[in-house]
């Protein structure tokens, strides 16, 4: 079972966040960050998986070894989760 992701970063976490706080703006480097025009501003897309899905978000509850074995394919292990349901919704449909 994979730990909790929250408690992992927190463990981890080694930012100095009263010097983050204690920053102004003028303190920051944004030479990275070029500032966005307005032409960057009109062509920006938003690129949330939810906005363009046509899947239901659910949540279900899988018994450790079922949810480990899958988990265990990598990346994509919820497409083979899918495509075992549609194939069993194809030899049980009437």
Do not use: C
């Not at 906005?51 to 899958?70: C, Q, V």
């Not at 994509?76 to 989760?81: F, N, P, T």
């Amino acid at each position: 079972m994979k730990p909790n992701i929250i408690s992992k970063i927190a463990t981890i976490d080694q930012t100095d966040w009263k010097l983050i706080d204690a920053m102004s703006d003028a303190d920051i480097d944004f030479s990275d960050n070029p500032a966005w025009t307005d032409t960057d501003f009109a062509n920006a897309k938003p690129r949330s998986p939810y906005k363009t899905s046509n899947k239901l978000p659910i949540h279900i509850l899988l018994p450790p070894d079922i949810a480990t074995f899958f988990q265990a394919i990598g990346e994509g292990w919820q497409s083979k989760v899918e495509d075992i349901l549609r194939a069993y919704i194809a030899t049980h449909q009437s």
